[in-house]
């Protein structure tokens, strides 16, 4: 019976994507973006089928943020109502996150949408940590229990988005950085631009970026990431796009079709990339630094829902966020920290802010649920 509902939802979900339209009838003037290549109808309101709800649920999980989109998730449907959520070691960025912290972060991430997708299903979603170090691939065990449905708004899940350019230099309000704090419970700190602090961790964003950009492992891992052609976006759905990286117009048009992951590994792209990022670490109202009590997989799992509630409200007020991660990636950044915090003074997310006049709708690319669950 177990096996034949498991086997049943996957199914579902496989067929369902299959019907999805492809990105290939698209014109060759724009990128694929996400709105172009929709998980069938999960983005929609759904009707009462439990194996489509499961289905709807996913969906929102893995709207959630990784770093270089590699969604490091995966998601074992043990029976109807329970699931574990795994991190897949093939998508391990294992040169600059050699720990995991980051994959447990954007997993904490993925777990905070699932939950709040299963609320307004009419489920909540207890979830147990499993994992007892980083590297097991089991790492929360999900039951959902039915309740009656609240109104959490989902289409902030759909609206959220990573936004690099374009920031405002005001100021972030003092009631925003309240609002924002709410989640964190004391673990976010804001460092207005042009403050000593600010300053300090703009330099090291650059710095520590331009390290990274000069370390070939790094950026060979980069390379493996980055889809470039229409056709490589369509065929992964995951990790960097054009559209992604904000590269638009002609420059966009250039890239997708001229320009070879490859190519990211010449000097001449490392040295653009640095200036574009020091161009850009200059850019907003300041930087929000999100520390953690331990270093342990419930710890970040913990950071990295706390993070994605946080990143939902900052989108309703017009905010931009962007994490700046070399610094807690390269030795140099984490020395430079532990030189000057005490030891419980755990970074977890350095993030850039500032306020937008336009907000743009989400571009980065999902695989498909059926393409992420397994029996
Ligand atoms: C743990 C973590 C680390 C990240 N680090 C960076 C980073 O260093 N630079 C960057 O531009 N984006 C970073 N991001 C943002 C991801 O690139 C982004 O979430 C992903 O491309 C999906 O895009 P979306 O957030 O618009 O859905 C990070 C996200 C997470 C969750």
């Known amino acids: 019976m177990k096996i034949n509902r498991r086997s049943f939802l996957r199914r579902t979900l496989a067929a369902g994507s299959l019907a999805v339209g492809t990105g290939s009838l698209l014109s060759a003037c724009s ?30 999980a893995c709207l959630a943020p990784s770093g270089h989109n590699a969604q490091p998730w995966f998601v074992r449907i043990v029976q109807k109502n329970e699931w574990v959520i795994g991190l897949d070691p ?8 050699p720990d995991n912290r980051e994959a447990l972060l954007s997993i904490g991430a993925f777990a905070e949408n699932l939950a709040l997708a299963a609320g307004t299903y009419g ?11 980083p590297f097991q691939q089991d790492i929360i065990k999900v039951s959902l229990k039915p309740t009656s449905p609240n109104a959490y708004p989902l289409e902030r899940l759909k609206r959220r988005m990573t936004v690099k350019q ?27 631009k042009g ?29 493996r990431w980055v889809r470039l052609s229409n056709k490589d976006a369509e065929r ?10 904000e590269i638009r117009g002609f420059k966009g048009w250039f890239v997708r079709n001229f ?15 640095i200036d574009l990022t020091a161009k850009l670490a200059r850019q907003g109202g300041g930087w929000l630094i999100i520390t953690s009590e331990g270093q342990t997989v419930a710890d970040l799992i913990d950071s990295g829902r706390r993070f994605e509630r946080m990143a939902l409200l900052a989108r309703e007020r017009n905010l931009a966020l962007h994490p700046m991660t070399q610094y807690l990636e390269e030795r140099e950044g984490l020395d430079q920290i532990a ?19 336009n907000y743009p709708d989400p571009v980065s690319l999902r695989r498909p649920v059926s393409w992420f669950v397994r029996s």
Do not use: W
């Not at 992964?236 to 990286?245: E, F, N, P, S, W």
């Open 31 to 60: 990128g694929l973006r996400r709105a172009d290549m929709p998980d069938q109808d999960f983005s929609k309101p759904m009707g009462g089928q439990p194996d489509q709800i499961g289905g709807a649920i996913l969906y929102h």
């Open 90 to 97: 093939q998508r391990r960025l294992s040169e600059v996150d």
């Open 123 to 133: 489920f909540q979603a207890e979830m147990k940590i499993i994992a007892e170090n």
């Open 166 to 192: 374009g920031y405002l230099a005001d100021e972030i309000k003092k009631e925003d950085i309240r609002e924002l704090s709410e989640p964190l419970k004391g673990r976010l700190f804001y460092f207005p």
């Open 195 to 223: 403050s000593e602090h600010a300053d300090c961790i703009e330099e090291g964003a650059i710095e520590n970026f331009r390290i990274q950009v000069n370390r070939e492992g790094a950026q060979q891992e980069l390379v």
């Open 236 to 245: 992964h759905r995951d990790g960097l796009t054009v559209a992604g990286m």
């Open 259 to 273: 320009i070879k992951p490859q190519d990211f590994l010449k000097p001449s792209f490392r040295q653009q990339s």
């Open 339 to 357: 030189a000057n915090h005490a030891a419980s003074v755990i970074p977890q997310f350095i993030l850039r802010v500032g306020y937008l006049k």
